[in-house]
C-alpha cells in the first residue's frame, strides 16, 4: 500500500513571495489533514478536509493561506504572501474517518524556509 | 479546558534499559489515545492506540502502551530500548466536543535519548 505522497520535499522562498504544497492520501482515505510543525514542537492543524468538504479550518490564516481538494483525492496547500514565520515543516496526512479511532498517516512533509 | 500533557520534555535512558514516556490527558468523556513517534527529518508514524478494552495496548517496534482511566494517563513504554529508539514521541487525544463533532489534541512531544 502506497503512503502519503508530498511535494516538493523542500522549499526556499522570499517573503512576499507564493508557495504551494500537493498531497496525495492514501487511497480509500476519505480524511485529509494539512498541519504545521515547528521545530521541536507538535503540529498544529491548518485545516482538515472530509472528501472535498472543509469541517475546520479554524486555524488557517485565511488571508494568506487557502487550500483546496478537489474531487476529494489530492489537495493543494497554498501560501501568498508568505512571512518568515511561515518557515515550518508542512505535514499532510489522511485517514479512513475524520473521527473515532482512527489513525492518520503522515506524508514525508514539506520543509519551508522563507528567507 | 481540554488539554494533553507531556511533562518531560526529554527522556535519558541507557540501551538495554526499560523506558517510559509519560503522557496525562484532561477531556471530556472517553477518549481515543494515540502515540506517534517521528525520526530526524522524517514526517510521523503512528505506533499504538486505544480505544477500549485491555488497558494494555501493544504496537509497533516492540511498544506498549498502559491506559489508566483513573490517573488520566498512557504511558507509553518499552521492556527493553534501543539505540534507534531515538526520536521524538507525540501523544494525542481524540474526544467528542461540545458540539459533538470530533476533535483531537496533540501533547507538545517528548525528545527519547538512547545512549549506548
Known amino acids: 500500500e502506497a503512503g502519503v505522497a508530498q511535494s516538493p520535499r523542500y522549499k526556499i522562498i522570499e517573503k512576499r513571495q507564493s508557495v504551494a504544497f500537493w498531497c496525495n492520501p492514501i487511497?480509500?482515505?476519505?480524511?485529509l489533514y494539512w498541519y504545521q510543525q515547528i521545530l521541536g514542537q507538535g503540529p498544529k492543524l491548518l485545516i482538515q478536509f472530509q472528501n472535498n468538504g472543509v469541517v475546520d479550518d479554524s486555524q488557517l490564516p485565511k488571508d494568506r493561506f487557502s487550500a483546496e481538494r478537489l474531487k476529494g483525492v489530492d489537495s493543494t496547500l497554498k501560501i501568498q504572501p508568505a512571512k518568515l514565520e511561515d518557515s515550518a515543516v508542512y505535514l499532510c496526512?489522511?485517514?479512513?474517518?475524520?473521527?473515532?479511532?482512527?489513525?492518520?498517516?503522515f506524508g514525508p512533509g514539506t520543509r519551508l524556509t522563507v528567507t | 479546558a481540554q488539554s494533553v500533557a507531556q511533562p518531560e520534555d526529554q527522556v535519558n535512558v541507557a540501551e538495554g534499559n526499560p523506558l517510559t514516556v509519560k503522557c496525562t490527558y484532561s477531556?471530556?468523556?472517553?477518549?481515543?489515545l494515540f502515540w506517534y513517534v517521528q525520526y530526524p527529518n522524517r514526517g510521523l508514524q503512528f505506533l499504538l492506540k486505544y480505544i477500549t478494552g485491555d488497558n494494555l495496548v501493544k504496537g509497533s517496534y516492540g511498544f506498549e502502551a498502559e491506559f489508566n482511566k483513573s490517573q488520566t494517563s498512557f504511558h507509553l513504554k518499552k521492556p527493553s530500548a534501543l539505540v534507534s529508539d531515538s526520536a521524538l514521541y507525540f501523544c494525542?487525544?481524540?474526544?467528542?466536543?461540545?458540539?459533538?463533532?470530533?476533535?483531537?489534541?496533540w501533547g507538545a512531544g517528548t525528545k527519547l535519548i538512547i545512549k549506548p
Open positions: 477531556v471530556s468523556g472517553n477518549p481515543y
Open positions: 496526512a489522511s485517514s479512513l474517518g475524520a473521527g473515532g479511532p482512527y489513525e492518520q498517516y
Open positions: 487511497s480509500g482515505h476519505a480524511t
Open positions: 494525542a487525544v481524540r474526544f467528542r466536543g461540545m458540539d459533538s463533532n470530533y476533535q483531537l489534541i
